[in-house]
């Protein structure tokens, strides 16, 4: 039994909250049968007598809530997410595997899709991964003029690393042939030198429009503008989707002036109910620095974290640096964002302000360049609780680990996404690829877990990744490597709620049920430590509760 954590009589109703059974993911206390709320806060945690008689001496009468047959667990923490980027896309026509096996489907939903916008609204659409189509390739922009020549016409990639315009766009914003390649970007051509339509990385920027977000070379563009309301609409989109599935924290890994301004307007109307720490793009370091957000800043709903870095691309979309060319396609080595000592700069400088940095890297050279970047900065600026993070971690080298282990750094992993591509992965570098995330390999090094969706890349689904976190087993049935690669269900939850809080360097008020801290959790419908591990992500989300209230609740059958 925990000790009774202060209580203020003008906090909101006190709650006793009981279930089947509540995992705590609290080493002190992992079981308990009640929790007791008020204020938002936890304020004791046991049986359900011990709760009462907590309730007693503190002279509080809770209301109840019991949730019998259920298990409670802490809110899930997805601390690697793109909210406002994951509502937009909401928005926008969905032509993923699941609505489009191939090119000519991909564009009939486009051209519904026009039916339903204003003559020259630009026409998106989302979620193609080439490899998954029946061509086995990328669109061209000849094909996605067959949906619209006089609109811009733009389909993401599942990666969000770019995807393919059609010749409107291009001619809009001045790209021809003779156009240069940015600096880490790419507009792709084909064997004569003639633009395809694929556009990847930093050449995104041209999307954003002539006063849009411009990111330079510090990572993909995604940032594409919408008016304010219409930005608020796609946050309570997303929003609804998060606390649907149990999230109640994320981190937003990529925070633009764009981000920054929607997210003020929504907690000033009040709507904010999901707490996001932000992670500003590293284009905005000086600013970030100028301005003074370099030590703890906001409010449990909102605060800056740190700064989002890029290392290298994706393997979705083979932007990710292999410099031995892919399997898949020799001719593509895939890029580095910065060279090794410009990046190393802006890992210092960031480090130097006491600013935590998350980095985007795929590949085994990236990766080396990151820890190579924060064991120099750890060595001239020796931190012990610098937590800096290496974001997806896809394909490090065993040594690699081994140096994150010494120097503290934390990767934070997506489970699906070798769930939902994993075999992509194999095809397009070879048999390095059954390793992606090696999540075994990291705890049998002593190197913490964190597992997140990158939302919209993967749908905000805490127990889907748990589940594939736990089988390494993907969609289409496929086990990704040997059984070393995988981990406990008990490691994997943790993984997904305190790691994911000491991540973010949030554990003293969330990712576990504990006297103290913050009244976030979620009820699910059977416990995730013992149904059959191919059945965890079919567990119902019941509940999620946020500072001691329901913000979901699943519809009664």
Not at 106 to 135: F, H
Not at 161 to 171: D, K, Q, R
Not at 282 to 294: A, E, K, N, P, R
Not at 461 to 480: D, F, N, W
Request: charged fraction near 20%.
């Amino acid at each position: 039994m925990r000790h009774l954590a202060t209580y203020d009589a003008r906090d909101s109703t006190p709650t006793i909250v009981t279930a089947d059974v509540i995992l705590t993911i609290d080493d002190d206390n992992p079981h308990a049968e009640a929790l007791l709320t008020a204020g938002g806060t936890i304020l004791a945690v046991g049986t359900l007598a011990e709760v009462e008689e907590q309730a007693r001496e503190a002279g509080i009468e809770p209301q109840r809530a019991d949730f019998p047959g259920a298990t409670i667990v802490p809110g899930f923490i997805d601390a690697h997410a793109h909210p406002l980027m994951y509502g937009q896309l909401l928005t926008w026509v969905d032509v993923s595997p699941a609505k489009a096996a191939s090119i000519p489907e991909i564009v009939e939903l486009m051209r519904e899709g026009a039916q339903r916008l204003p003559a020259g609204v630009p026409l998106r659409g989302y979620g193609y991964e080439q490899r998954n189509l029946a061509e086995r390739r990328h669109p061209t922009k000849e094909e996605l003029d067959l949906i619209a020549t006089d609109r811009e016409v733009y389909i993401m990639n599942a990666s969000g690393h770019g995807g393919v315009v059609n010749s409107f766009t291009l001619a809009k914003y001045g790209i021809t042939r003779d156009s240069p390649n940015p600096e880490g970007g790419e507009f792709f051509r084909d064997a004569d030198g003639e633009l395809t339509g694929e556009l990847s990385d930093a050449a995104c920027n041209v999307l954003t429009g002539l006063h849009g977000v411009k990111i330079g070379h510090h990572g993909p563009n995604f940032h594409l503008g919408d008016e304010p309301a219409e930005h608020q609409r796609q946050l309570d989109i997303a929003q609804r989707e998060f606390l649907s599935a149990g999230v109640t924290a994320l981190g937003d890994a990529q925070v633009s002036k764009r981000e920054f301004a929607a997210y003020l307007a929504m907690a000033d109307r009040g709507e904010l109910s999901v707490r996001v720490s932000m992670y500003f793009l590293s284009h905005l370091l000086d600013q970030v620095i100028d301005l003074g957000l370099t030590g703890p800043f906001g409010n449990a709903f909102l605060s800056v974290a740190g700064i989002k870095l890029y290392a290298d691309g994706t393997l979705g979309g083979w932007t990710a640096y292999f410099p031995e060319g892919y399997v898949g396609d020799p001719c593509r080595t895939g890029q580095l964002y910065h060279e090794p000592a410009e990046y190393a700069g802006l890992v210092a400088k960031a480090h130097a302000a006491g600013l935590q940095t998350a980095t985007h890297a795929q590949s085994p050279t990236a990766i080396a360049m990151v820890v190579d970047a924060v064991e120099q900065v750890l060595t001239e600026r020796p931190d012990a609780d610098a937590r800096h993070r290496i974001e997806h971690c896809g394909l490090p080298a065993v040594e690699e680990i081994q140096r994150m282990a010494r120097l503290g750094i934390r990767p934070v992993n997506q489970t699906q996404h070798y769930y939902n591509w994993g075999e992509g992965v194999e095809q397009a570098i070879g048999t390095p690829g059954e390793r992606f995330n090696p999540l075994g390999e990291f705890i049998e090094a002593g190197v913490p877990v964190t597992i997140s969706s990158d939302a919209p890349v993967a749908e905000p689904r805490p127990l889907e990744a748990i589940q594939a976190a736990v089988t390494r087993v993907t969609r289409r049935g496929h086990k990704l490597g040997p059984d070393s690669l995988r981990i406990s269900a008990e490691q994997a939850l943790r993984a997904h709620t305190l790691e994911g809080a000491i991540t973010l360097g949030r554990e003293n008020e969330l990712g576990s049920l504990a006297a103290g801290k913050r009244a976030d959790f979620v009820v699910l419908g059977a416990n995730p430590l013992t149904v059959e591990a191919e059945t965890i992500a079919t567990i119902p989300v019941q509940a999620t509760w946020v500072d001691g209230s329901p913000r979901f609740a699943a519809a009664a059958n």
